[in-house]
């Protein structure tokens, strides 16, 4: 069983930054790729990115390549959003995701085996 709890949501103007942080308790968290989601008002909660369980792959949805960073610490059972150059369009409840041995390349929200249960990320222009 695996908690995640995410914090470092807020309100931010068009330009700036944000970075999000999600902490795991539980074991083995190191298995886990981890996802970022996000869910805009009357949107369908899509996928954002994923780090795999060594930190050394990534991917990102087209949206936000460039501009968003993930990154993890194991050692901390925590990963990281780093989010430059928000935009309104970001506004968004953002969750995060553990999916057990699960690849990068994994966007769907049924890959995914935990959840968290969001941080509030609104841009205002």
């Known amino acids: 069983q695996v908690q995640l709890v995410e914090s470092g949501g807020g309100l931010v103007q068009a330009g700036g930054s944000l970075r999000l942080s999600c902490v795991a308790s539980?074991?083995?968290?190191?298995?886990?790729?981890m996802a970022w989601f996000r869910q805009a008002p009357g949107k369908e909660r899509e996928f954002a990115g994923a780090?795999?369980?060594?930190?050394?792959?990534?991917n990102y949805a087209d949206s936000v390549k460039g501009r968003f960073t993930i990154s993890r610490d194991n050692a901390k059972n925590t990963v990281y959003l780093q989010m430059n150059s928000l935009k309104p369009e970001d506004t968004a409840v953002y969750y995060c995701a553990a999916g057990l041995y699960g690849s990068v390349y994994n966007t769907r929200i049924q890959r995914y085996d935990y959840w968290g249960q969001g941080t509030q990320v609104t841009v205002s222009s």
């Open positions: 780090i795999g369980w060594s930190g050394g792959n990534t």
């Open positions: 539980g074991q083995h968290f190191s298995l886990y790729s």
